[in-house]
């Protein structure tokens, strides 16, 4: 079984520019996140789908943070403008249905913003 | 809102000997999830073990083990025999039981494995 795919790997680029990060979940995975890690801190939850709907948004900035989930499989994370403080790991995750089910994560995708 | 707090942020154990890493909670609801997960360093994080709050038995797999004590809202994760491999940051997280608002992290122990 294949396991959450994100690209690309790493992204550096100057503040104030625009990057987009790309998630495919484990196939017949209903829920997918996205959470960022700043160095030094565990994982902060961005934002939960539920096939294509937003499920919970709450801690997205979203006058700079943008998602979409469209079709109910791979889902996009936009950043524009970026700011010094975005640079951080960005981790998609997916689960079967959500709830209290397992969440499994992709590799990550390292941004630096400078 | 939930917290999970990881009072050691480094832990470091000699290989085979036996480590338990720390992690307390803050929640008001009485059905939730507890998780241990694992990340290696540039390796994608990996779940180690999972404990529902309604069960009283710990959770075992193979090496790994829990002392989950609901009313001290206390989760540790104890490491028996401890393996090269097992040199990672670990992570205890939080979810409710409807599962909404996602996982909630710990700040992460970073484990040191001595040869």
């Known amino acids: 079984e294949a396991g959450v795919a994100q690209s690309p790997r790493y992204k550096i680029i100057e503040k104030r520019q625009s990057v987009a990060f790309w998630c495919n979940p484990i196939s017949g995975h209903a829920t997918l996140y996205w959470y960022q890690q700043i160095l030094g801190q565990g994982p902060k939850l961005l934002i939960q789908?539920?096939?294509?709907?937003?499920?919970?948004d709450s801690q997205l900035p979203k006058d700079r943070f943008s998602a979409e989930r469209l079709k109910g499989v791979d889902s996009t994370l936009k950043i524009q403008p970026a700011k010094l403080e975005d640079s951080a790991v960005y981790l998609c995750?997916?689960?079967?249905?959500?709830?209290?089910?397992?969440?499994?994560f992709g590799p990550g995708t390292r941004l630096l913003v400078l | 809102a939930q917290t999970v707090t990881q009072s050691q942020p480094e832990m470091s154990v000699q290989e085979a000997e036996t480590v338990t890493l720390s992690c307390t909670y803050d929640t008001s609801e009485s059905d939730y999830y507890l998780f241990w997960y694992k990340q290696p360093p540039s390796r994608q994080m990996i779940l180690v073990i999972r404990q529902e709050a309604y069960k009283q038995q710990n959770a075992t797999e193979n090496r790994f083990s829990v002392n989950f004590q609901k009313a001290a809202k206390s989760f540790s994760l104890k490491i028996s025999d401890s393996q090269l491999g097992d040199a990672a940051m670990y992570f205890c997280?939080?979810?409710?039981?409807?599962?909404?608002?996602?996982?909630?992290f710990g700040k992460g122990t970073h484990l040191i494995i001595q040869p």
């Open positions: 789908f539920q096939n294509n709907g937003v499920v919970d």
């Open positions: 995750a997916s689960s079967l249905s959500g709830r209290q089910e397992t969440q499994y």
């Open positions: 997280a939080y979810i409710s039981g409807g599962g909404a608002d996602g996982l909630t």
